[in-house]
């Protein structure tokens, strides 16, 4: 059985525009920026074991994390440390949180993007650059702000902690927004049972943690895309009215 980074190296992308002409001190283009072929991971704490995957793959190149309980310092000490990302360099490390607020309407206590280069000489398999956007946060609030009809990101990692499947996890209210939106994700990365219309890829999973959790990879499996974009319409007016309520 193959691995979760050669399975998805089908899928590899070249490195978008503005991350590839990018110099310390450029102005970001943020739509481009949010609309990259990306993962999203919400109660991401200090887990770089999806980049480090995804990256190898060369599947994506832009990650967002997103978590309620981290400190902005601890976390700028995490992304600077030399061992964060074996075989790269912090290229540089941008408060971005009043443009972030600005574009999603949110209230996000911070939102930092580093930028990570691969160092010269260095033979570890990956891509010259990847990027990280930290945003501290509630992950349903994010997505909700983040993403609509017009797009998504291209993987999610969805987590069942502790077994209690109401955090992220299938039947989860992120799940239901999701599914809300005519944008379907690709791929899901979770630990526990896969999100509505989602079949597990016969590849190896891989363990995260003390206590070796276990994920594996899931696909979107719709086949009938006109049922799937009728049914998205009922869960999204019936979702706009309860939060008009």
């Known amino acids: 059985m193959v691995k979760i980074e050669e399975y998805l190296s089908k899928y590899k992308e070249k490195t978008p525009t503005w991350l590839d002409k990018y110099n310390p001190g450029n102005k970001i ?6 609309r990259s072929k990306g993962l999203y991971y919400p109660g991401a704490g200090f887990d770089g074991t999806p980049i480090k995957i995804l990256n190898t793959a060369g599947y994506c190149h832009f990650y967002i994390y997103v978590d309620n309980g981290v400190d902005l310092e601890d976390l700028k000490k995490e992304l600077s440390k030399k061992e964060a990302f074996k075989g790269y360099k912090l290229l ?10 600005f574009n999603t309407k949110l209230k996000a206590e911070f939102a930092l993007l580093a930028i990570y280069e ?6 570890i398999q ?23 009809d017009d797009y998504s990101p291209s993987i ?26 005519s944008a379907h994700i690709p791929f899901l990365i979770t630990n526990g049972d896969p999100w509505t219309d989602y079949k597990k890829v016969a590849v ?12 594996f990879l899931f ?19 019936k979702l706009m009215d309860a939060l008009a309520d």
Not at 163 to 175: C, I, N, R, T, Y
């Open 29 to 34: 283009d943020f739509n481009q920026m949010i």
């Open 92 to 101: 540089d490390k941008i408060n971005i949180t009043k443009e972030f607020n």
């Open 118 to 123: 691969k160092l010269a000489g260095n033979n």
């Open 126 to 148: 990956g891509e010259k650059r990847f990027s990280l956007l930290y945003i501290k946060d509630d992950g349903w609030n994010v997505y909700r702000h983040l993403y609509s």
């Open 156 to 181: 999610i990692l969805a987590e069942n902690y502790m077994g209690v499947d109401a955090q992220f996890g299938k039947g989860s209210p992120l799940e239901k927004l999701v599914l809300t939106h």
């Open 204 to 215: 190896q999973g891989f363990t995260y943690g003390d206590g070796g959790i276990k994920r």
């Open 219 to 237: 696909k979107w499996s719709i086949e009938d895309v006109e049922k799937f974009a009728k049914e998205v319409y009922k869960k999204h007016k």
